[in-house]
């Protein structure tokens, strides 16, 4: 859902590469149908978007690397302690410290209201995002 968000918030900025990657994944697993829902009402389609686990090739083509929990941060900074310096909580992006909870198993209001928080991450916090990632 981060994902699809960041993506269409910078759509009309150029040298962007953004992807998505668990920490805890099968691979290969669609978006989750509410995902798909809440993206959609929002003008984003991500039906191809496949899960897939994160891995070091992928981690080191990145400048900035976002998670949404603390123990989605603390295993990527254990595995992959060489892009410890990258690895950041969303809400740190707008000077604060806290989990956003995998809407997983939850409500179509789960999944709105953890879009809600994204969006206004991205929106508040865009100018940290940027700096970060060496826009």
Do not use: C
């Not at 410890?84 to 410290?97: A, K, N, P, Q, T």
């Amino acid at each position: 859902m981060a994902m699809g968000l960041f993506r269409k918030k910078v759509s009309d900025l150029a040298g962007w590469q953004i992807e998505s990657a668990g920490t805890w994944t099968v691979l290969g697993q669609p978006a989750a149908s509410y995902t798909q829902q809440v993206l959609q009402q929002r003008g984003i389609d991500i039906h191809d978007h496949r899960s897939r686990p994160v891995n070091r090739e992928l981690l080191a083509q990145f400048s900035l690397i976002l998670t949404m929990e603390s123990g989605h941060r603390e295993a990527l900074m254990v595995e992959f302690p060489e892009f410890s310096d990258r690895v950041f909580l969303l809400s740190e992006m707008i000077g604060e410290i806290y989990n956003i909870p995998d809407p997983i198993g939850g409500s179509i209001e789960d999944f709105e209201e953890t879009a809600g928080e994204f969006e206004r991450i991205f929106d508040q916090g865009f100018e940290n995002i940027l700096q970060y990632a060496g826009k």
